[in-house]
DNA sequence: TCGTTTTTCTAGAACGATTTAGAAGAACGA
DNA sequence: TCGTTCTTCTAAATCGTTCTAGAAAAACGA
């Protein structure tokens, strides 16, 4: 039963392996009859086609490109706007008929061979939300994998699709300060891992994430005058958000506005609100970041950023000849809605 | 600077490929002085360890699982059902430092050898919401890859991770019978193209869904006496109920209540309701089935699946040879809320 | 009819690793 | 000192394809 190949096929025939190949792979090469009998021939053999990692080896395609993302796997699946990207790498994916590798990068030692991000049979690889000092990222260029970032990188010849995250955030801060705000607090995401079941205050230089340290410079750049007071509930989800803001909450100096670095986060610092009676927009202000589509409904300020976009140009640029574009910035829009306010008279 | 591979390392260092091999695989095989020069000699010649490829086929280990979702992946991930399944099994897949390889359906010749299906160097497969007779399970069979399905199959050695998707659709009608329903629409899930605007009547027998099938005999049994009347607005998605609700509504013989057979057709329908100033539970009954996370704040009545567990469940029936459970049925719970109410007198 | 082009097929060398069986030398116990 | 057991390393086979040249046969133009 086991054991079909090429050759056996082949052998079966009465054939070279090569036209068997070919009777797969290259249909005008050989005489319609004889690639029927081959292909009458292997089904009958149990022969499912050539075997995909001999394949791999020889032609040096995979077939697929990896992802590789932030935290744990699981973790990136509860953010709609990682889902959203997805979805547009996806899409262009399955155009090209290649599948999407999801690597997780485990904690495990990186140097070792036991790693996915080594192991992992890939043509190409798009990063997203992942440092460009990590590891990762250093083996993937080690094994010479092109790859497009979501970040923008310090070297000009890495390839991104990004937002100019200083501005949107920029545009976020101008938005609180013209409703008066000075207080804020702010809900980053804290890749360490996250012991206690309260959330916790931290310094700008603790945050792992580049996005969160470029959206908090751009924050203040357009609030000079406020005071920002980082607060981290862990993982960038719901969870976290909900825990930060009842941190800030049930604390003596409540801000007037919170400002979730994702709308995730937002969301649950809303739903926070939600448990103490408080109205957003007119009690407390909140807002977020990424415009996901739960935003609209819960009214939820922010600003939207075009996420499926960004999956599909990624995808572009890593599979279709005829990009030529190695670094696209996105256009990002601040969505006004009813979670912001001005802030109250003290 | 390309080319460098094991063998190149090996001249280099002085020593013979395997040994190289064994730096990297097992470490154990050498002297630690032997090995860390290999790999020093290995970084200084850019050599990023051993090919994927290569290890794959030699070993016969791809290092990834496969995923087959139903429809085109672009929508896959805009069913939270479907990313919830997927974080239950990206947890076990990091567990074992796999990756996971999402395959899209393409319907591209599945003969040839290109389709994804075929190509994928993958040791297992996760098959979700794909009816057992579809091409792309028989390919993965003929392949010999161990699978194991979200759908219950005819084959007693058929793995499968499961609800009793017939008792769960039973619970809900039965819920609808007590309250007075006697005259429902479902909306279904049309893998179709569905090539108009509208939505449109479909027969039970033009139904390519399993679960949809196996839903709608439940709700019947469940509600002997009712008349189901089955809807589509397309491929499953909020937008796909939400047109299927628009044309009932907008339609003369509005029923008493709307069945979405997920979720998100189900909060599609609310939608099409909060538009018309319709009340969910009052003025129309509007169920749903998944009990995504959607649904709680929505006030959806729905049926509860442990999604995420589905997906571990799944996990580890692939990858942990601890398992021997290769048949699990999942417990599926009533969950009922504001969005289902009695019928009106009629 | 004879060269020339086209079609159809094949031989044999890669592709880049892992694995098996075993050799050479060191360490060990008696 | 000698046989035995480890430790450390190697040679050669193998994994299952695809690819590059080129051969044999068929079709073609004049």
């Not at 009998?37 to 697929?64: V, W």
């Not at 990590?134 to 699709?161: F, K």
Request: charged share 20%; net charge negative; aromatic share 4%.
């Amino acid at each position: 039963m086991a054991g079909v190949t090429l050759k056996t096929v082949a052998q079966a025939v009465g054939v070279s392996p090569s036209t068997v190949s070919n009777a797969y792979n290259k249909p005008d090469q050989l005489s319609a009859a004889l690639r029927e009998r081959i292909l009458a021939t292997a089904h009958e053999l149990g022969y499912a086609g050539p075997d995909a990692s001999a394949r791999a080896l020889r032609s040096g395609k995979a077939g697929a490109i990896g992802v590789l993302f932030t935290d744990k796997l699981a973790y990136a699946f509860s953010d709609p706007y990682a889902v959203g990207f997805l979805a547009g790498l996806a899409e262009v994916a399955e155009e090209f008929s290649t599948s999407l590798l999801l690597m997780p990068l485990s904690s495990a030692d990186l140097v070792g061979g036991s790693n996915a991000v080594q192991q992992a049979a890939i043509d190409a690889a798009a990063i997203f939300c992942v440092p460009s000092g990590h590891p990762a990222v250093d083996i993937l260029h080690a094994r010479g994998i092109p790859a497009v970032s979501t970040d923008r990188g310090d070297h000009p010849d890495l390839s991104w699709v990004a937002i100019d995250e200083v501005e949107a955030a920029a545009k976020l801060g101008q938005h609180l300060a013209r409703l008066g705000h000075r207080d804020v607090v702010v809900l980053v995401d804290d890749k360490g891992e996250q012991a206690g079941d309260t959330a916790v205050d931290v310094d700008f230089d603790e945050i792992g994430c580049t996005d969160c340290e470029l959206r908090i410079q751009g924050l203040q750049k357009g609030m000079p005058d406020a005071r920002l007071r980082l607060i981290s509930g862990g993982h960038n989800a719901f969870a976290s958000g909900l825990k930060g803001a009842e941190f800030v909450l049930d604390s003596q100096d409540r801000p007037t506005a919170i400002v979730g670095l994702s709308d995730v986060q937002a969301l649950g610092a809303m739903e926070a609100m939600r448990v103490r009676g408080l109205t957003p927009g007119r009690d407390l202000t909140v807002v977020g970041f990424d415009d996901i589509p739960a935003a609209e409904p819960a009214g939820l300020t922010t600003i939207r950023q075009p996420i499926r976009d960004k999956g599909r140009a990624v995808g572009r640029i890593l599979l279709d000849p005829a990009t030529t574009e190695r670094q696209v910035l996105m256009p990002t829009q601040l969505i006004v809605r009813s979670s912001s306010g001005p802030a109250p008279r003290s």
